[in-house]
Nanobody, 119 residues
Framework: QVQLVESGGGLVQPGGSLTLSCSAS????????MAWYRQTPGKERELVAS???????NYEDSVKGRFTISRDNAKNTVYLQMNSLKFEDTDVYYC?????????????WGQGTQVTVSS
């Protein structure tokens, strides 16, 4: 069972930056795509950014131009560089790894890391 472990969350002022890391216990090349999601209590988890094995990326509209997802296959790590943070970016951020197959595929999740944007 692959494990995903997030780190890098914390408290930051509006306009500040944070970099989240997601380390996998195995090769991230085993996943068809890696992604970052975020969730506010009581709301559905939403996709923030994703990256495929070929490096193709996708971003939620509100983070375009501010967040950058990247991957280091040698380190089995995915990153989310977050710049120009806003109050509304406050959430628990989850790392996700998706594997195709078995009909709907399989999603793997990390435990989440809290990001709080506050002055």
């Amino acid at each position: 069972q692959v494990q995903l472990v997030e780190s890098g969350g914390g408290l930051v002022q509006p306009g500040g930056s944070l970099t989240l890391s997601c380390s996998a216990s195995g090769s991230i090349l085993n996943f068809n795509a890696m992604a970052w999601y975020r969730q506010t209590p009581g709301k559905e988890r939403e996709l923030v950014a994703s990256i495929t094995t070929t490096g193709s990326t996708n971003y939620e509209d509100s983070v375009k131009g501010r967040f950058t997802i990247s991957r280091d296959n040698a380190k089995n790590t995915v990153y989310l560089q977050m710049n120009s943070l806003k109050f509304e970016d406050t959430d628990v951020y989850y790392c996700n790894g998706y594997q195709k197959g078995g009909g709907t595929g399989t999603n793997y999740w990390g435990q989440g890391t809290q990001v709080t944007v506050s002055s």
